[in-house]
C-alpha cells in the first residue's frame, strides 16, 4: 500500500511541475491568432488594434514578427510556448502581438526586416529601441538559447513601464 501511495506521490509531482501554464481566468479557447506560440493568450488580430488595447489598458505591447516556414521562428516558438514563465507575465501584464507580415510602421524594423524579432512598445506608442537582443546586427533577434535573455527583457519592458509612470 505504502508503494503504490508513493508511485502516485510521485506521478502528482512530475505531472504538476511539467503543467502548461493556465490563466486566473481559467482554461481558454485556444486562439487561431496565437499561431502556436501561446494558446492561453489573448493575441491583438492587427497592430492598430494592440496599440488601442494597449493605451487603454496601460500595458507593454510585446510584438513577434515570424514566419510560418522559417526553422528559427518555429524553433523559438517551440521554446516560447512552452515556457510557463514567459507565459504568465505575458497573460498578466502585456499586449500581445504575432505577425507574419510587416507592418506600414517603420519604427518596427529600426535595423531591418528578418525573422524571429521581438520589440516592445510602450503605451505612449513608443517603440523602445533600448530593449534588444544580444545580436548587433540583428539586434532584436532572438534564438532559442537567448530565452533568458528574452524573459529578462519582457520583465525590463515591464519595469520600464511601471518606473515611468
Given at each position: 500500500m505504502k508503494a503504490v501511495l508513493s508511485v502516485v506521490?510521485?506521478?502528482?509531482?512530475?505531472s504538476?511541475?511539467?503543467?502548461?501554464?493556465?490563466?486566473?481566468s481559467g482554461?481558454?479557447?485556444?486562439?487561431?491568432?496565437?499561431?502556436?506560440w501561446g494558446d492561453q493568450l489573448i493575441w491583438?488580430?492587427?497592430?492598430e488594434e494592440a496599440l488601442y488595447w494597449s493605451r487603454s489598458r496601460n500595458k507593454p505591447l510585446m510584438v513577434l514578427f515570424h514566419l510560418e516556414?522559417?526553422?528559427h521562428s518555429q524553433a523559438?516558438?517551440?521554446?516560447?510556448?512552452?515556457?510557463?514563465?514567459?507565459?504568465?507575465?505575458?497573460?498578466?501584464?502585456?499586449?500581445?502581438l504575432n505577425?507574419?507580415?510587416?507592418?506600414?510602421?517603420?519604427?518596427?524594423?529600426?535595423?531591418?526586416q528578418y525573422v524571429p524579432r521581438i520589440l516592445f512598445v510602450d503605451p505612449s506608442m513608443t517603440v523602445r529601441a533600448?530593449?534588444?537582443?544580444?545580436?548587433?546586427?540583428?539586434?532584436?533577434?532572438?534564438?532559442?538559447?537567448?530565452i533568458n535573455l528574452l524573459i529578462s527583457n519582457i520583465q525590463k519592458a515591464k519595469k520600464l513601464l511601471k518606473a515611468e509612470l
Open positions: 506521490l510521485v506521478l502528482v509531482v512530475i504538476s511541475t511539467i503543467a502548461k501554464y493556465i490563466p486566473k482554461k481558454r479557447i485556444p486562439q487561431t491568432l496565437s499561431r502556436g491583438a488580430q492587427t497592430y516556414d522559417c526553422p523559438l516558438k517551440k521554446v516560447f510556448s512552452e515556457n510557463n514563465e514567459i507565459q504568465k507575465i505575458l497573460d498578466e501584464d502585456f499586449i500581445v505577425l507574419v507580415y510587416e507592418t506600414t510602421d517603420k519604427h518596427l524594423s529600426p535595423d531591418g533600448d530593449i534588444n537582443g544580444r545580436y548587433s546586427n540583428r539586434m532584436y533577434a532572438y534564438e532559442t538559447g537567448d
